[in-house]
């Protein structure tokens, strides 16, 4: 086993949206970073409907003019249908100041650009390599890695986890925890679709409620150059009814909708239908003095409001000040500095999420109050990613806020 002399200030485990922007973050402060990613890129994952808080973090690190360079798919808000009711959310109808619109991504691309752009702030990238081990002692964590040439060991000073569903350090650590969401089963693939020849808005991403079925959702999220990503979630109960292949079950449950089912007539897949069931995480701690967790390596909630890469970028975001305090020698709580900072959108997030799937949430958006209503426009906040806005209400009381207003509602 080869081990590398160089000594790391920081190694960072995955190259997707968390690890990159820490990465790059990190590096244009002078830090010796290292990436160690599994996959090479591109490759395909989802999580491609972006919420405008993110935007936050990608003009904060410098990169946000690459990405509109890039021409994704503008994204304004959200529509929600059940083919009886339907409701449009615009993101700038917000309670939260600041951006109103972001990006609908293919993730092979926008990933591969975040890569690019921490390579260019000076972070190493080591891609189709895989971490086997990680030891800790009073000091130096040791990194056990395997690549193209075989086994090797690195050192560094702190170890990031960016690894999403991979979850090395909970893995390898001891530290998940069942999730507090029942075990969901998602379907998805790319279509070649016929937007464009109908009356649909592509600037929003389309959830359409299973019209019998309020448990079970789709998405519709319309790229640029006639393309778009499509899929179901469900719980594996309703799931097992169905048979065939992930592709006979994905089009068998659009074929229930009527809306959805008339968008897709024509659409043809680019790709193979994926599946993923109980993708929902949590665990016991989300860093100490040697290691943090970012993004969907320490707790995933559910992909019905796409907050996974907001969530992500945020963690990120939250690392980088008592981590270059650590560097330089300062004693930092990681508790206090990083790890409740961003359980406080998460919480938000969580609550919104139970109440999506408990029904009240679907019940205020598709009866919601008067547009001008400013209990609507902190609705709105939650939904474009402002979930840390504690002038919020719903931030840090969302359930009892959601409970009321679901009862006014209804």
């Not at 650590?173 to 969901?184: A, E, Y």
Request: hydrophobic letters at 40%; aromatic letters at 12%; charged letters at 25%.
């Amino acid at each position: 086993m080869t081990e590398y002399q160089d000594k790391y200030d920081v190694v960072i485990i995955g190259a997707g949206p968390a690890g990159s922007l820490a990465a790059t973050m990190l590096a244009q402060r002078g830090v010796n970073v290292l990436v160690i990613e599994k996959s090479g890129f591109p490759r395909f994952v989802i999580g491609e409907s972006l919420l405008p808080q993110s935007m936050v973090y990608l003009e904060k690190a410098g990169i946000l003019g690459a990405v509109k360079d890039a021409d994704f798919q503008t994204k304004n808000g959200a529509n929600f249908s059940d083919d009886t009711r339907f409701s449009s959310i615009d993101f700038s109808d917000k309670f939260t100041e600041g951006w109103s619109s972001t990006y609908q991504v293919q993730r092979e691309k926008f990933d591969s650009l975040l890569a690019r752009e921490a390579e260019k702030a000076g972070a190493k990238i080591w891609f189709e390599n895989t971490v086997l081990d990680v030891q800790f002692d009073s000091e130096i964590v040791s990194i056990k890695g395997c690549g193209q040439q075989g086994e090797y060991l690195i050192k560094c000073r702190f170890v990031v986890d960016a690894s999403g569903y991979g979850r090395v350090l909970p893995r390898l650590l001891n530290l998940g925890l069942p999730s507090t969401f029942p075990v969901r089963h998602a379907l998805f693939t790319h279509v070649d679709d016929s937007l464009d020849r109908q009356d649909f808005d592509r600037e929003k991403i389309l959830i359409t409620v299973h019209p019998k079925h309020s448990d079970i959702w789709f998405w519709l999220i319309p790229f640029s150059e006639g393309v778009s990503s499509v899929g179901v979630v469900c719980s594996a109960e309703h799931m097992a009814r169905y048979h065939g292949s992930a592709s006979d079950k994905l089009w068998a449950l659009i074929g229930e909708t009527t809306q959805l089912n008339d968008y897709l007539k024509g659409a043809t897949e680019r790709r193979p239908v994926s599946e993923l069931s109980g993708y929902s995480s949590n665990v016991s701690r989300m860093c100490n003095s040697q290691f943090a967790l970012l993004g969907n390596a320490g707790e995933f909630l559910d992909p019905v409001f796409s907050s996974g890469v907001t969530i992500a970028f945020k963690s990120a975001d939250l690392l980088i000040d008592p981590l270059m305090r650590q560097l330089s020698g300062e004693d930092v709580d990681w508790e206090q500095d990083f790890a409740a900072p961003l359980k406080v959108g998460v919480d938000c997030f969580r609550a919104f999420v139970e109440a999506w799937y408990d029904g009240e949430l679907q019940t205020i958006l598709f009866n919601p109050p008067p547009y001008d209503n400013p209990i609507k426009k902190m609705i709105v906040s939650i939904l474009a990613g402002y979930a840390w806005d504690e002038k919020n209400p719903f931030v840090k009381q969302g359930r009892r806020y959601i409970d009321l207003l679901a009862a006014q509602c209804a």
